[in-house]
């Protein structure tokens, strides 16, 4: 034991000179011990706190929503509109004030997400009650440029993700309205296609900021728009072998971009074009057995491919 003591001592001694040589507070080693050594009880409440945060959220809005859904036709407009604007407004400005108060951080995201739900609902029966005529197509532009506004600019003052998730989500919305309303609907591969390219470059520039958890849903919906759309725009077309081309640029934008989701999708993408590209061309055709064996060849060679490219993205993330 004395030994033990000894050494407990020397290894006290040498930690007050380091902290004297570096000018380290007790303060200061005392927070690194705690992180270091991590702080079950204070994790257990965070944890906590995050899960009461979302459930208290799900159930005041499923509790709207109920009671919304079953007096329904018993409310006066009114009614209707304090229960979704006015209910809308009010979880907003509770966002902006819990937004002050760290306690509080947990239950900002419920209530934005409530606020962004129930304020759209609200100025669609608000323009239906008292707008007189008009195109359904211009009440949706300016329900969801409202929002637009409203999300992004708090957003832009605020920095956090869930304003950057709801205003980009209105941002899609309104630019599809528009675009549908510019081309019609004889064009909705143009359409789609651009929304996806739009899409992917918000996943791009969310990838390369604090709000990157929300580059995979941008990736994921982006690249199926484009995909789609680009598909529709050459199918039956002298260009459609282009496609091909396309699905493996999507594949090395997704090794630039170092994403597993954008790999993924557009990896399936190409794997599907190269069996409905055979079946369409090859049917019947003698050599098609062996066709079946060379696309089942080229699977293999890309899967490995795709497994080692996964490999290097997931390696690049862990040393930056």
């Not at 359409?191 to 709000?211: F, N, R, T």
């Not at 199926?224 to 934008?253: K, M, Q, R, V």
Request: charged fraction near 15%; include cysteine; glycine fraction near 8%.
């Amino acid at each position: 034991m004395t030994k033990k003591n000894d050494q407990k001592q020397k290894a006290l001694e040498q930690i007050a000179d380091l902290a004297e040589q570096h000018k380290i507070s007790i303060g200061e080693i005392e927070k690194l011990l705690k992180e270091s050594g991590g702080d079950t009880t204070d994790d257990k409440s965070k944890i906590l706190q995050t899960l009461f945060s979302y459930l208290g959220g799900l159930f005041i809005f499923a509790g709207i929503a109920v009671y919304t859904a079953m007096k329904w036709d018993d409310m006066n407009l009114a009614m209707q509109l304090i229960i979704t604007l006015g209910v809308g407004l009010a979880a907003y400005i509770q966002a902006l004030v819990f937004l002050k108060d760290n306690k509080f951080d947990k239950a900002v995201t419920p209530m934005f997400l409530i606020a962004a739900l129930l304020q759209p609902t609200g100025l669609f029966i608000l323009l239906d009650a008292y707008a007189s005529g008009g195109d359904e197509i211009h009440a949706i532009l300016l329900v969801t440029g409202v929002m637009t506004l409203q999300q992004g600019g708090t957003f832009w003052a605020k920095r956090r993700t869930v304003l950057a998730f709801t205003a980009l989500t209105f941002l899609t919305l309104f630019t599809a309205t528009f675009l549908y309303n510019t081309f019609n609907e004889r064009h909705e591969d143009v359409i789609c296609l651009m929304i996806g390219v739009g899409l992917i470059a918000a996943g791009y520039v969310l990838g390369k900021s604090q709000h990157r958890v929300l580059a995979p849903f941008a990736y994921f919906f982006g690249s199926l728009c484009a995909l789609w759309g680009s598909f529709e725009i050459l199918d039956n077309t002298p260009a459609e072998i282009l496609y091909l081309g396309i699905t493996a640029g999507l594949i090395y934008l997704s090794t630039v971009a170092k994403s597993r989701t954008l790999l993924f999708i557009s990896s399936i993408a190409m794997l599907c074009y190269i069996g409905y590209f055979s079946t369409e061309n090859f049917p019947n055709a003698v050599g098609w057995p062996l066709t079946l064996i060379v696309m089942g060849c080229i699977m293999l060679g890309l899967g490995a491919y795709i497994f080692k490219l996964s490999g290097n993205i997931k390696k690049t993330d862990q040393t930056e």
